[in-house]
Structure formats: C-alpha cells, structure tokens
C-alpha cells in the first residue's frame, strides 16, 4: 500500500493524532477564509471523538451538508464511510467523497476505526463492526443538531472499508438500507497468502499476524471470521440493497474474481432474487470511489443521488 513506506519509517500514534489536529484546524482555517471571501464550501467536515471497542478514543470525520442543522430540518441520512487500511486512506478519505453530501442531502460519517490489536488495521475485527453499527448514535451525540434518519442509514466504503461494510449488513441488517463495497477483500486467508506477491507483502503480512493473532494455518476461524464471502449466506438473507464492484485491473487486491467475484456469485446462488448488483471493469484499486468518477453512480443504486444530478 501506498503508505506503508511511512508506516515502515515509524508513524506512531501520537504523530497521527497531531497530524490530524493540525489538518481539522487548517480544514477550519480555510472554512473560515472562505467565509470571509462568501465562498463557503458545499460540505463542512467536522472532527468528533468516540469510545471504539478496548475502551480505546478514536477520531472520525462527520460530513454535512453546509445548510443543515437548522431547527425546522428534518433527519438527515447518514452514511458509515470505513477506509481503506492505514492511516493514509482515513486521512484523505473525505476529498473522495466532494460535494456528493450536499448534492444528495446525506451526511457522512468516516470512523479511525480499532482493531483487536491495530488502529487504521482494523480488517473486519468484530468490535470494528460493532463500533461501525454505533455510528448513528456516536454523531448524534457528539453533534446534537445532525439527527440521523434511522431508516436511511447506509454503508459505503472501498478495499478494508468495503470488506466491513459487507460484514455490517451480515451482522447488522436491520440497521442498513443499502451498502456498496468498492474492491473489497472476499477470502482474507487468501488475502494472506496473496500479499505474499507483492512488494510491501512480508511487512503486510507481518501485520496481519499481529492482528488476527497469527497465520491461517494457525486459526484459519479468525480469518473466517473476517471473511465477506464467509458471511456469504447472512449477507443473502438480509434483505439488504448491496452493490458490489471489482476491477480486474487491481495490482493491490490481486484476482478479484476469487474475492468480490466469489462473494456475488454466491449471493446469487444463495438467493437469485435478492437485491444484489455487480459492477466489473478495469481500474487501479479503488480509483472508482470518487466524486469525479463513479462513486456518483453507487449513490444512485442506494437512492441517495438523483439520476439527473451530476456532480
């Protein structure tokens, strides 16, 4: 991954909170000047704090619509945005998704996110999936005038971040209207043996190990666990609109028809009447879940953009 040469070179926690507070407080610097200027931005990015699993603080990035929170407005949707791993994707997650909030009146919350053992590496950890359906209620919290619709909640999310959105419908299909994964990891045992022909492959696995607590050879449940196409059967029967795309261009998340390719074509098994989408081209990894490309076009599957709105 793209920041994993940093990670290497010794990013510690305590650089990252720092990193973050100095982004929030430039974010807040240029709102401000554009204020100044009446260029006020579509989108205003908010930084809330909330208790993950462990009893550990996280940060997470809230997404509004400029013009909401007025005290005639109605519940907003809210969709949950897990990143991609590292902390490189959660830093730089909210440009992906531009002015699409206020476009399509929706607000976006994008979570740190814990894993048993790793921050930013959190690889569908059953405590991330449970902070994840908590969602809803940590921003209503931290932010009291955003009230989330409860009946237009939805999951959107590519690479690590589309691996749990797919594991909350499995275990929280009541909470969800809908939910896109963008080149999500399938089989994460594979997942395992597959870095192992890429560059940053040994470190990687490396961190795998310290979060899943060792190999597949050596608990091959805890890989299962994590697994979307393990999840394959809750996540047919849940009645959740679920959209899934995968690029059979992607040197990240290599052979993506063993991956997300597996996970559709046995949801369509499972239950070939469920609402289930498959979207395959050719693109570098997660370069489609954009504002300016096709991330657009997921929205309008969830019903959250107009057909006739173009970014």
Same mark, same amino acid.
């Given at each position: 991954?793209?920041?994993?040469? +940093?990670?290497?070179?010794?990013? +510690? ?43 550990? !603080? ?19 949707? &809210? ?9 490189? @994707?959660? *830093? ?6 531009? %002015? $699409? ?25 059953? #405590?991330?999936? /449970? /902070? ?8 209503? =919290?931290?932010?009291?005038? &955003? ?15 589309? =691996?749990?959105?797919? $594991? *909350? ?17 399938? /089989?994460?045992?594979?997942?395992? =043996? ?10 990687? =696995? ?8 060792? !190999?597949?050879? %050596? ?19 849940? #009645?959740? @609109? ?15 028809? *063993? ?7 046995? $949801? ?33 599957? *969830?019903?959250?953009? %107009?057909?006739? !709105? !173009?970014?």
């Amino acid at each position: 991954m793209s920041n994993t040469h +940093r990670i290497r070179a010794g990013l +510690r926690r305590a650089c990252l909170v720092a990193a973050i507070a100095a982004v929030a407080s430039a974010s807040l610097s240029t709102a401000h000047a554009a204020r100044a200027h009446h260029e006020e931005p579509a989108v205003v990015k908010l930084l809330i704090h909330y208790q993950a699993n462990g009893d550990r !603080t996280r940060l997470a990035y809230v997404l509004v619509p400029r013009w909401y929170g007025r005290a005639n407005d109605p519940p907003i949707p &809210l969709v949950i945005a897990p990143h991609g791993a590292g902390p490189g @994707p959660f *830093l730089e997650l909210a440009r992906a998704w531009g %002015d $699409l909030p206020a476009l399509g009146s929706f607000a976006v919350v994008i979570p740190e996110g814990q894993g048993r053992v790793l921050a930013h590496y959190s690889w569908g950890y059953s #405590g991330q999936i /449970d /902070d994840l359906a908590r969602m809803p209620e940590i921003v209503e =919290q931290a932010i009291p005038w &955003l009230h989330v619709d409860p009946h237009r909640v939805y999951a959107v999310g590519g690479s690590m971040g589309g =691996q749990e959105s797919l $594991l *909350l419908v499995a275990r929280y299909p009541r909470l969800l209207a809908g939910a896109v994964s963008f080149d999500a990891p399938g /089989d994460m045992g594979l997942r395992y =043996q597959q870095y192992g022909r890429l560059p940053d492959g040994p470190f990687m =696995q490396g961190l795998l190990r310290s979060e899943f607590g060792g !190999t597949p050879d %050596d608990d091959p449940a805890a890989y299962a666990e994590r697994s979307p196409v393990a999840a394959a059967a809750a996540i047919a029967r849940s #009645g959740v @609109p679920v959209q899934i795309w995968w690029s059979r261009e992607d040197h990240l998340i290599v052979d993506q028809r *063993l991956h997300s390719g597996r996970l559709y074509t046995e $949801l369509r098994r499972l239950n070939p009447e469920d609402h289930v989408a498959e979207v395959v081209g050719m693109w570098p990894h997660t370069a489609e879940m954009r504002w300016d490309r096709r991330l657009p076009d997921a929205l309008r599957f *969830l019903g959250l953009l %107009d057909p006739a !709105t !173009t970014p």
